[in-house]
């Protein structure tokens, strides 16, 4: 046995596996080339893991936002706001991206008020922590059209 290298994800696995243990691609089929940018579909954005986390970071920093994690192999973008309406520590928001088919990603997340400093009670006052993620997403599609 010999080890080789996923011609999709480029992780290393054994030569007589039908397929890659890590991404699930076939091993030695032709596989499409990956896109080399990021197009929205609908509701859904098209690309790489890697360049949806990309621009999610590009578009929560345009917003003005502290990134507190970006992770391109499991699609997570995690993100701070600065002072809100319900928390003087402002919104936690993160956004997953779920592969529904071959390169074609859906987008979603969730965001909570912060609670520090000696503050006793943080509102998420009309929904507040959902809207910083959409606005994320929602900047997300701007940028790349």
């Not at 596989?31 to 929560?60: H, I, N, S, Y």
């Amino acid at each position: 046995m010999a080890l080789i290298e996923c011609q999709e994800c480029g992780r290393e696995i054994s030569d007589r596996a039908a397929a890659c243990i890590h991404c699930g691609a076939p091993i030695g089929a032709v596989a499409e080339p990956a896109p080399d940018k990021v197009t929205v579909k609908g509701e859904d954005f098209g690309g790489t893991r890697q360049l949806l986390v990309r621009l999610a970071t590009k578009a929560a920093l345009s917003l003005n936002y502290k990134i507190d994690q970006a992770d391109e192999v499991s699609g997570l973008v995690s993100f701070t706001t600065g002072m809100t309406w319900g928390s003087w520590s402002g919104v936690s928001g993160s956004i997953y991206f779920e592969e529904v088919e071959p390169n074609v990603f859906k987008a979603s997340g969730r965001g909570k008020q912060n609670l520090r400093g000696g503050q006793v009670v943080a509102l998420d006052l009309f929904g507040e922590a959902g809207k910083k993620v959409s606005k994320v997403v929602d900047e997300m599609r701007r940028i790349a059209q």
